[in-house]
């Protein structure tokens, strides 16, 4: 059973900085993983994904400003988010799926609860 947590998320001026974790547990060696937010109201999006070989992919909205990352010893998957923006407020899940184009396409199989990112002007 696959199960992710995500901690970090909190309030932040705009520039500033965060960086999201996620703990991983039984997550198929060969998944992709990544990072999906989404605003009350709105549809999910996906921010950063990275898959089995550690090859990342960015929306073009987050394309340098944040880097995913993961450490496989630690079963954890980071999001280090720099120069943040208003429009950055979200609800950020960590997701996983042996997919790539349903992660992109908001449909991963596994879902963290989410952690609250909010960015204040």
């Known amino acids: 059973q696959v199960q992710l947590m995500e901690s970090g998320g909190g309030s932040v001026q705009a520039g500033g900085s965060l960086i999201l974790n996620c703990t991983a547990s039984g997550v198929p060696t060969g998944n992709y993983m990544g990072w999906i937010r989404q605003v009350s109201g709105k549809d999910r999006e996906g921010v950063a994904g990275i898959d089995s070989r550690g090859i990342p992919t960015y929306a073009t909205f987050v394309k340098g400003r944040f880097t995913i990352s993961k450490d496989a010893a630690k079963n954890t998957l980071y999001l280090r988010m720099n120069s943040l923006k208003p429009d950055d407020t979200a609800m950020y899940y960590c997701?996983?799926?042996?997919?790539?184009?349903?992660?992109?396409?908001?449909?991963?199989?596994?879902w963290g609860q989410g952690t609250q990112v909010t960015v204040s002007s």
């Open positions: 997701a996983a799926d042996p997919s790539s184009y349903r992660f992109w396409h908001g449909r991963p199989n596994s």
